[in-house]
């Protein structure tokens, strides 16, 4: 069920988007994930990507019209804007929502990354999660796969960039895509434009889940090679390595 979004409002509270803003969600991502807060009610929310910090100060808008004292916790492995190294990540907060409000509902954890989820959520815990992080194969998959454990049965997951190479021919990565359109059996949802690029899942049969991911990472095509550093995180949470396949 989509939640009717008060289009005027959304738009006033747009306008206090900062310039200069690059690789953050649009105006149309914006109303999706305002929509699907409104609809889910979550308590705990989860970001990996922040950059800019335009999902992070719509998703606390939508927080802070469900008034029902939620917490945001955004990841991100920098520290400051991909960018604009002069910028923190997450500066747009402070120009589209109240101090008050960013305070004590925005918990920033930088520089770091899924695989540092054990220090901040019980298992089974998460509401809501957002992800826009690296979009080339095989990341989304290991974003999602190191969330499950932290994802509660029934929790809504959005992804951005699902249609990416169709949407932006400068960025041809398949790794939202992959992921988003070879997941089966999922509940899924998608913004409303031609082609969409914001979409959600929700979690439910997690070993399931689980499996498809193991299965659409290991067969897509590659289009990253992972640093050793990496390599080592994923052995313990259990996917394997087949960088071989790219390189
Ligand atoms: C497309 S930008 C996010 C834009 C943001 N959602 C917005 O609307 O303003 C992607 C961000 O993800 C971060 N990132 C890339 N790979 C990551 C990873 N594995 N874990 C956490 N953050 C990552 C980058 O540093 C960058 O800041």
């Keep these: 069920m989509q939640v009717q979004v008060d289009n005027r409002e959304f738009k006033e509270f747009s306008k206090k988007r900062p310039g200069g803003a690059r690789g953050a969600i649009s105006y149309a991502d914006s109303i999706f994930l305002h929509s699907k807060i409104q609809n889910v009610e979550p308590k705990i929310l989860v970001e990996i990507g922040i950059a800019a910090g335009i999902s992070s100060a719509t998703l606390l808008y939508s927080m802070q019209k469900l008034n029902n004292n939620s917490q945001l916790y955004a990841f991100d492995l920098m520290e ?28 920033k954890k930088v520089p770091s990354s899924v695989f540092d989820f054990h220090n901040y959520f019980d298992l089974n815990s998460i509401d809501f999660m957002f992800i826009d992080a690296n979009h080339r194969h095989p990341w989304p998959c290991i974003d999602l796969f190191a969330s499950l454990p932290y994802l509660k049965e029934g929790s809504t997951v959005c992804l951005h960039d699902i249609n990416l190479p169709q949407r932006n021919q400068k960025f041809p990565n398949y790794g939202v895509k992959n992921l988003f359109d070879k997941l089966d059996g999922v509940v899924k949802d998608v913004s409303e434009e031609e082609i969409p690029n914001c979409g959600s899942i929700i979690i439910k049969d997690k070993e399931n889940i689980r499996e498809q991911i193991k299965s659409i990472y290991k067969y897509c095509n590659w289009e990253e090679k992972l640093q050793p550093e990496v390599l080592s995180k994923l052995e313990t949470i259990g996917l394997l390595n087949y960088n071989n396949q790219n390189s």
């Excluded at 923190?88 to 929502?97: D, Y």
Aim: proline share 0%; hydrophobic share 45%; aromatic share 22%.
């Design 80 to 107: 400051n804007c991909f960018f604009d190294l002069t910028k923190e990540v997450g500066f747009a907060v402070e120009h589209m929502i109240n101090k008050d409000f960013a305070e004590k509902s925005y918990f």
